[in-house]
């Protein structure tokens, strides 16, 4: 565990400057924007979903797992489509305050497990590694962890290939702050 104690300021500088980023690219820049829509037959849903409240949860419609698919009326319902996955979450206004802390805690331990990898794939001394090394060792390890994560949504849930960009856009640049403020705060 020394290397929580050599770069314990890397980690937390570079999740502080990556959920900037994060709120940043969400709340300013219009890309994201454009990843949600609205349904047009939205309040026929509500009162739908209203009439057995769903608990809290992922869904899948039509149903269709395992054995489901083999059933004439499954693979009908599926050609017939809508087919969709939906997360539905608690009643009430998102709790921002646990989300903010969520993602604080998610930014220190990708930086954290990136600092890890860094200090025991360094070449040479750990301390005192040339600012190109610990960009490289750092910027890779870091944009594959923001990017990469979310890949399989797009394959098996049908998040689009276009959101999908949209998050790789955000965890390249996280992946680049990340090595840039490990590069400059590495101990000498």
Not at 96 to 110: A, E
Request: proline share 8%; charged share 15%.
């Amino acid at each position: 565990m020394q290397f929580l104690s050599e770069l314990w300021l890397p980690i937390v500088v570079s999740a502080g400057i990556c959920l900037t980023w994060s709120a940043i690219a969400r709340v300013v820049l219009p890309y994201h924007r454009k990843e949600w829509r609205r349904l047009s037959t939205e309040p026929d849903v509500l009162a739908a979903l209203r009439k057995d409240p769903p608990a809290p949860g992922l869904y899948a419609f039509p149903f269709s797992m395992g054995a489901d698919l083999n059933r004439a009326d499954t693979r009908t319902a599926l050609e017939k489509g809508p087919v969709g996955f939906v997360t539905i979450g608690g009643n009430g206004a998102p709790r921002r305050g646990v989300m903010l802390s969520q993602s604080v805690m998610f930014f220190l331990v990708v930086s954290a497990l990136v600092a890890y990898v860094a200090w025991h794939a360094a070449p040479g001394s750990k301390l005192g590694i040339p600012y190109p090394s610990t960009f490289r060792i750092v910027g890779t390890v870091a944009t594959m962890a923001y990017v990469l994560g979310t890949t399989p949504e797009s394959v098996w849930f049908a998040r689009p290939w276009k959101s999908w960009a949209y998050q790789a856009l955000d965890g390249t640049m996280m992946g680049l702050l990340t090595a840039g403020v490990f590069g400059w705060l590495w101990p000498n």
